[in-house]
């Protein structure tokens, strides 16, 4: 018969293989922004996690960036954002794993206009959840140092939509 010790270990050891391999499973999350600028000007967008950069990114109108990942299976995934066309730039956590994980159902398809992002509604099939921009804290970004990725899992391409 097996101890407590062993019952333990095995189960420890069988969370550990299912956070390890949560991607091999399909459960992998989609996070794709699309320029909606109704002046026609690119948008310039650079998003980043804690441990990865996805580098800078422009997109002309309708286009779109997208990337995939697996998230954490300790629930605090967090991708942030940082935009720019003209004189204007905003800062917006594109993905916060805890706010997105059920109501993007593994599909964040974001559309960016010059008020804010709108999330597309699973339901509706329109982009009609807008949120505000982030507020600029003093002393730099309000995203620095949060958030947990395994950058094995991440894939991104950038796409005429």
């Known amino acids: 018969m097996f101890s407590f010790q062993r019952y333990l270990f095995s189960f420890v050891l069988l969370v550990f293989l299912a956070h390890s391999c949560h991607g091999l499973f399909g459960e992998k999350a989609h996070v794709r922004i699309i320029n909606g600028l109704n002046t026609g000007e690119d948008l310039n967008l650079q ?3 804690k441990d990865d950069d996805l580098g800078p990114h422009t997109l002309g109108f309708n286009k779109f960036f997208e990337f995939s990942f697996g998230p954490s299976f300790w629930k605090n995934t967090l991708f942030f954002c940082r935009f720019w066309w003209g004189n204007e730039y905003h800062h917006f ?9 059920d109501r993007c159902l593994k599909k964040c398809w974001w559309f960016v206009q010059a008020t804010g992002p709108c999330l597309l509604n699973a339901t509706s099939g329109a982009y009609d959840i807008c949120e505000e921009w982030n507020q600029e ?11 947990i990725y395994d950058s094995k899992h991440l894939k991104s391409i950038e796409k005429v939509g």
Not at 93 to 101: A, C, L
Not at 137 to 147: A, D, E, F, H
């Open 93 to 101: 956590d594109i993905y916060k794993q805890k706010r997105d994980e």
């Open 137 to 147: 804290l003093q002393g730099g970004s309000s995203q620095v140092g949060t958030g």
């Open 47 to 49: 998003c980043k996690s």
